[in-house]
């Protein structure tokens, strides 16, 4: 007896379903697992975990601080880039800040919990405690000498053009210095809380400053990564750090700098990407040869 043509059609889905269920759903992730167990490829899958001493203490695929209760840097140890995964390096909240190079006014709230710092003083801030750290100087362009945004609201008497009238020092609340003290003949104020100089009408003129060209700490020293989980430094972040480690552990840097060199990986085949200094597996590699005094 042949079947009505919607009974048919329905069995024929629910076939359908069910073999792309078995192929899709058991044997395609099974195959995957099989494959992921080969010699060669079981690390990795297994999450490239990293051990000392009998005890688990990181992947090679994912970053981690090395920082004190505090959250200040162990002086002892290289330092990783910043993370804006969750509170740092969170692997289930992998994600970058979000903000772009147009972010440089910082928000000055009453309350704290409603300011926030423009990416600009982000880098600025970063810079500044990683050349304090490492016994460099941290000036970078349109940051100021206390590490925020070098950035000025601009009011003019005919809105975009005229005489000047009012400088507000955005990013800079008392009790700072303004990083100027005057902009074209007009005294430089500093910021109040919970206002919106821009929205004021203010036009936003970032400062160069007279830093360097060509700062001393490297890019990947202020900035996250899109993931937030990157494992690696640059290797010029990495020599950045050789003497303050050196020092701090009573080696030679010459010795030290043999062991950066050891944990740096090249380009991927060869062309792909830039070398990367993996700090896990190079900070493992400083307790086991040279013991923190």
Known sequence: MRLPTWLAQHLAALRAVLVFTVLLGL??????????????????????L??????????????????????????RYFQSRPSAAGDGYDPRATSASNLGPESVVDTIATDPEESSESLLTQVCGRSKSVGELNGVDGRRPYCTDDGVGAVLAVFRADGLTGP??????????????????????????????DQDYVAAGGVVTPIRGDAPAD???????VTASASGLDPQISPA??????NRVARERGADPAAVRKLVKE??????????????????ELNL???????AR
Do not use: C, M, W
């Open 237 to 242: 972040y990495a020599e950045l750090q050789v």
């Open 263 to 280: 944990h740096t990986d090249g380009r991927g085949l060869g062309f792909l990407g830039e070398p990367g200094v993996n700090v896990l």
């Open 164 to 193: 000047v009238t009012r400088v507000v020092s955005v990013n800079q609340a008392a009790p700072a210095t303004p990083f100027v003290t005057s902009y074209q003949g007009v005294a430089v104020e500093l910021a109040q809380p």
């Open 50 to 75: 990293i051990t000392s001493g009998g005890t688990t203490v990181g992947s090679s695929l994912i970053g981690q601080s090395f920082t004190d209760a505090d959250g200040n840097p162990v002086p």
């Open 27 to 48: 044997v395609y992730p099974l195959a995957l697992v099989a494959v992921g167990q080969l010699p060669g490829l079981n690390h990795k899958t297994d999450g490239s």
């Open 285 to 291: 590699a400083l307790d086991k040869q040279f013991a």
């Open 215 to 221: 700062p001393a700490v490297p890019a990947d020293a």
